[in-house]
């Protein structure tokens, strides 16, 4: 499937201001974010709130998701549904292939233009296949599926096809194979692959939680820094 995004990578510096969180795939499941934000006390004005991606499809406010792109304080990295949605403007089959994967939301709306237009141009300005953010002098990876193990070919903006594939659309959880550390980085994040709980392997973190348990996961960044929260605990 050919696909060139119009953003591979988004760098964002440390907040300062406030805290940074991390969320798995919404798809279409806007209460529950909600529900988990306020039960983290989420700071709408100060905290960031990044997204694994698949914010769209399989629960009912699939356009609620959508619209949170808008938000000043969400950030999230494109997905497989995202990408089919977007790929549907080349050819319906991607469309057809969408619904047939929780997309029937978009069934009512696939003779106005002005709103699949309006909701392309969100996808496509604001949702990268990557992000990296700082925090405290550490650097976390965020990316929907997988990633090349070298993160600062993600960050080059110089990724293949095959590449991209690898970022939407691979399940290593699946493989039995050797893991290894993402160098370039010191933690990346990834959704896609649904997990009963947090999964690590290495420096890697699968957080899609809500296909097996109905329940959102909501992180604060600090959680993928154990190290950082022991000093912390020492000074005091």
Same mark, same amino acid.
């Given at each position: 499937?050919?696909?060139?995004p @119009?953003?591979q ?5 440390a ?8 969320v798995g795939?919404?798809h ?6 909600k529900?988990?934000?306020e039960?983290?006390?989420?700071n ?9 991606g ?12 959508? #619209?949170?792109?808008t938000e ?7 997905? #497989? ?12 089959k991607y469309?057809?292939m ?12 696939l003779?106005?233009l ?5 909701w392309?141009? =969100?996808?496509? /300005?604001?949702? $990268? ?14 990316s929907?599926? #997988?990633? $090349? ?8 903006g110089?990724l ?5 594939w690898? =970022? =939407?659309?691979? @399940? $290593?959880?699946?493989?039995?194979k050797?893991?290894?550390s993402?160098?370039?980085?010191? *933690? /990346? ?5 649904p ?6 392997? @290495? ?6 939680t ?5 329940k959102?996961?909501?992180? @604060?960044?600090?959680?993928?820094f154990?190290? =950082?929260?022991?000093? *912390? *605990?020492?000074m005091h």
């Amino acid at each position: 499937m050919k696909f060139s995004p @119009r953003k591979q990578h988004i760098y964002h510096q440390a907040n300062i201001q406030g805290q940074d969180y991390i969320v798995g795939d919404l798809h279409g499941e806007v209460d529950a974010l909600k529900f988990e934000l306020e039960r983290v006390g989420f700071n709408y004005e100060t905290d960031r709130l990044f997204c694994t991606g698949d914010i769209i499809d399989k629960g009912d406010t699939s356009i609620d998701c959508l #619209n949170l792109l808008t938000e000043k304080w969400f950030y999230a990295v494109l997905g #497989n549904h995202e990408q089919l949605f977007l790929k549907g403007f080349e050819s319906s089959k991607y469309w057809q292939m969408m619904q047939k994967q929780g997309g029937e939301w978009i069934t009512p709306y696939l003779d106005r233009l002005d709103l699949l237009m309006r909701w392309k141009t =969100l996808i496509d /300005v604001t949702m $990268p296949l990557a992000r990296t953010i700082e925090f405290a002098g550490k650097t976390i990876g965020i990316s929907h599926a #997988n990633t $090349p193990l070298d993160w600062q070919h993600v960050q080059s903006g110089e990724l293949s096809e095959h590449d991209i594939w690898q =970022l =939407l659309w691979h @399940r $290593p959880l699946d493989e039995r194979k050797p893991w290894y550390s993402v160098s370039g980085v010191d *933690a /990346v994040v990834h959704g896609h692959d649904p997990v009963p709980w947090i999964t690590q392997m @290495r420096n890697r973190y699968w957080i899609e939680t809500f296909t097996h348990n109905k329940k959102l996961t909501v992180v @604060r960044i600090d959680f993928f820094f154990p190290e =950082l929260q022991l000093a *912390a *605990a020492g000074m005091h």
